[in-house]
Nanobody
Framework: QVKLAESGGGSVQTGGTLKLSCSAS????????MAWFRQTPGKEREGVAS????????YYSDSVKGRFTITRNDARDTSYLEMTNLNPADTGLYYC??????????????????WGRGIQVTVSS
């Protein structure tokens, strides 16, 4: 049974940095994509970053491009999301996600089969 566990959330001030980690367990091989989504009250869950296995090609939403960096360690089935220059609009519940196959839409929710429980990120002004 595949399980995903997020860690590294917390509270920072505007301009600060946080690094999230997502550890996947139960995989026979490696996840094809590992991704991060976030949800804020009153809004739909948004895909912010995704990374493909083998090529390690990253994908970012426009709202985080240039500020967030996604990486992965396939030996540990772990992905990381380094978030810099954070602002209050980045506040939300961040979810780790993983899937098993190629997709033309690596930042869409319906691409992903496995989800973590979410971790809170709060950015204060």
């Amino acid at each position: 049974q595949v399980k995903l566990a997020e860690s590294g959330g917390g509270s920072v001030q505007t301009g600060g940095t946080l690094k999230l980690s997502c550890s996947a367990s139960g995989y026979a091989n490696h996840p094809y994509y590992m991704a991060w989504f976030r949800q804020t009250p009153g809004k739909e869950r948004e895909g912010v970053a995704s990374i493909q296995t083998h090529s390690w090609t990253p994908y970012y939403s426009d709202s985080v491009k240039g500020r967030f960096t996604i990486t992965r360690n396939d030996a540990r089935d772990t992905s990381y999301l380094e978030m810099t220059n954070l602002n209050p609009a980045d506040t939300g519940l961040y979810y780790c996600a993983a899937n098993d196959a190629f997709s033309w839409y690596p930042l869409r929710m319906d691409t992903y089969t496995y989800w973590g429980r979410g971790i809170q990120v709060t950015v204060s002004s």
